[in-house]
C-alpha cells in the first residue's frame, strides 16, 4: 500500500533502524557517569551531536536535543522571549506557520505580550518587505519556516534574515520540513527540527541557539543538555536520528531530483484527469517531495478515506476536522479552497508506478464522492427570461462543501448580473465561496452578518 504522507513522519530510514539497534546494546546508560558504562554513552551523545551541529550547520555547543520538535519550538520561543524581555514582549511570526508557533504566540498574548501575523501570498509565501516592516523596536523574536509543512512552498529565509539583523531581532526558522534536503540559509538564531519528518525515529527534536544569542531556558534548571532539554535523553533514538539525518543528506541531491520528477508529474496532471482542481503553493520554490490540490465539491475526509479504501495513504492540509470544525489556518491564509484538499508528500523510494497508480485512480475516486454529494456535473443553464434577479439559499447547518454545491447548482437560474446569497454558519464557506468564484468566473460580492449564520453575495458573470 503506498505510504505518501511523508510531510507527518517519513517511514524509519534503514540507516535509522540499524543504528539504533545497535544503540540500544551500547547506548543504554547514563551518559553523565564516569564509569565505563557511562563513557561509552557520552561518546554516543558527542558523535551524534556532532553529526546534526554539521547538517545543521552550528556549532556542537549550540545545539541541543529535545523530546520532540514541537517541544523544541515551545522551548526556544520561550527561552528566546524571555532571554530578550528588557527589549520587549512583541513576537513576529508568519500566518502560515505550524500550529506550535502559533500556540507558543497564543501563549504570549495571554500573559500580555503581543503577535504580529505576517501575511502571505496566494502561493503561501511571506514577503520579505512585509516581514521587515512588522519588526519593531520591542520585537524580542521573529519566526520564520524554512519551507511549509501543508502546501511544500519555501520561505524566503536568507532575505528575512537579513532584515532582522538590521533590526536587532533574532530570527527562529523552523526547519522540520526542509532539513533533511539540505541546510537553511544562514543568518538565522535559532533553528529547530524534528527527526521523524527525515526518517529518524519519533520522541527526538533539535535545538540549535547560536552563541551570543540572549536565551533563558524556563522552568526547573538541570544540568543536562545545557540545561535546555531536562531528563534522561533518549539516546538511542537520538544516536538513530543523527545517522539518518547524515543518510539522508548524503542522498539529498539525487533522490530530491527524483521525486520533483514525480510530483511535477502528479501537479501537471491531476487538473487534466479531475475537474474544478486548484494545484496549490509555490510551483517552483517549493519543497521536492510534496504537492497539494483542492477538489471543488468534495469533502476532504470523506475523499481520504476513499484513497485509504484505494490502497493510498494520503493526507489533508484542510478541511474541517471532526473535533476542531475549523479549516486549515494556512489554506486561510492563502485564500484558497480549504475543503477537497489532497496533501501528497512522497517519502524516499517512491516509484513511478506507485505515482501513476494513484493518477490512474484519483479520477473515479473524486467522481464517486461527488456523486454521493450530490454535486453539479456541468456548467450552469442560462437564466429563463422569467428568472429572479436575486436567490436566497439556505445552507445553515451544512458543512463544506454543501454549501457551495448549492451554491453551484442554482447560479445558473439567476440571470447574468443576478445575485445568489447563500446563507451559512460554517467557517469554511468564508474561504471556499470565494474560491468558488474565481475558480468558476463569478464576482464574490462580500458578507454580511444574518439574524443565523453569515450571508454571502455572489453575482452571476457568466
Excluded at 520561505?155 to 523552523?174: F, I, K, N, S
Excluded at 526542509?178 to 540559509?185: A, R
Aim: glycine fraction near 10%; hydrophobic fraction near 45%.
Amino acid at each position: 500500500m503506498p505510504y505518501f504522507d511523508a510531510a507527518s513522519a517519513a517511514p524509519l530510514h534503514p540507516v535509522a533502524r540499524q543504528a539504533l539497534l545497535a544503540a540500544l546494546d551500547e547506548g543504554w546508560a547514563d551518559p553523565a557517569r564516569l564509569y565505563r558504562e557511562g563513557r561509552r554513552a557520552r561518546l554516543l551523545l558527542d558523535a551524534a551531536r556532532e553529526a546534526a551541529a554539521e547538517a545543521v550547520d552550528c556549532r556542537p555547543d549550540e545545539l541541543v536535543f529535545t523530546p520532540s520538535g514541537t517541544r523544541a519550538l515551545h522551548d526556544g520561543i520561550a527561552g528566546a522571549l524571555a532571554g530578550r524581555r528588557r527589549v520587549g514582549r512583541h513576537l513576529v511570526v508568519s500566518a502560515v506557520e505550524h500550529s506550535a508557533v502559533l500556540h507558543s504566540a497564543e501563549a504570549l498574548q495571554a500573559a500580555g505580550g503581543s503577535v504580529t501575523e505576517v501575511p502571505v501570498d496566494r502561493t503561501g509565501r511571506v514577503g520579505p518587505g512585509a516581514f521587515a516592516a512588522a519588526l519593531r523596536p520591542d520585537t524580542a523574536l521573529a519566526a520564520l519556516q524554512s519551507a511549509n509543512h501543508e502546501v511544500g512552498t519555501e520561505q524566503p529565509v536568507a532575505e528575512v534574515a537579513g532584515a532582522c539583523r538590521e533590526a536587532g531581532v533574532p530570527l527562529l526558522v523552523d526547519a522540520a520540513q526542509s532539513l533533511g534536503w539540505g541546510p537553511v540559509p544562514g543568518g538565522w538564531s535559532l533553528l529547530t527540527a524534528s527527526a521523524h519528518k527525515w526518517g529518524g525515529p519519533s520522541g527526538v527534536g533539535l535545538l540549535a541557539v547560536r552563541k551570543g544569542v540572549r536565551f533563558a531556558a524556563q522552568g526547573p534548571s538541570d544540568e543536562r543538555e545545557s540545561g535546555r532539554a531536562p531528563g534522561f535523553p533518549a539516546l538511542p533514538a537520538i544516536v538513530a536520528a543523527a545517522a539518518s539525518l547524515r543518510a539522508v543528506r548524503q542522498e539529498a541531491a539525487a533522490e530530491g531530483a527524483r521525486l520533483r520528477a514525480l510530483v511535477e508529474r502528479v501537479r501537471s496532471r491531476v487538473p487534466e484527469l479531475v475537474p474544478d482542481v486548484e494545484v496549490v503553493g509555490d510551483p517552483v520554490r517549493r519543497l521536492p517531495h510534496l504537492v497539494t490540490f483542492s477538489c471543488l465539491y468534495v469533502d476532504g475526509e470523506t475523499l481520504l478515506h476513499a484513497l485509504d479504501r484505494a490502497g493510498f495513504s494520503v493526507s489533508s492540509g484542510s478541511s474541517c476536522t471532526s473535533s476542531t470544525l475549523k479549516p486549515s489556518h494556512v489554506l486561510r491564509a492563502m485564500g484558497v479552497l480549504s475543503e477537497g484538499n489532497v496533501r501528497v508528500s512522497l517519502p524516499w523510494g517512491t516509484t513511478e508506478a506507485d505515482v501513476e497508480r494513484f493518477l490512474e485512480v484519483l479520477p473515479a475516486t473524486v467522481r464517486a464522492v461527488r456523486e454521493q454529494l450530490g454535486a453539479p456535473t456541468g456548467a450552469a443553464p442560462a437564466a429563463a427570461g422569467t428568472a429572479p434577479e436575486e436567490l436566497i439559499v439556505d445552507s445553515l447547518g451544512k458543512r463544506c462543501p454543501i454549501p457551495v454545491i448549492e451554491l453551484a447548482k442554482v447560479i445558473g437560474d439567476v440571470p447574468v448580473g443576478g445575485l445568489v446569497t447563500v446563507l451559512s454558519d460554517d467557517e469554511a464557506a468564508r474561504l471556499d465561496i470565494p474560491a468558488w468564484c474565481e475558480m468558476r468566473g463569478q464576482e464574490y460580492v462580500g458578507e454580511r452578518p444574518a439574524e443565523r449564520g453569515t450571508a454571502y453575495r455572489v453575482r452571476r458573470l457568466s
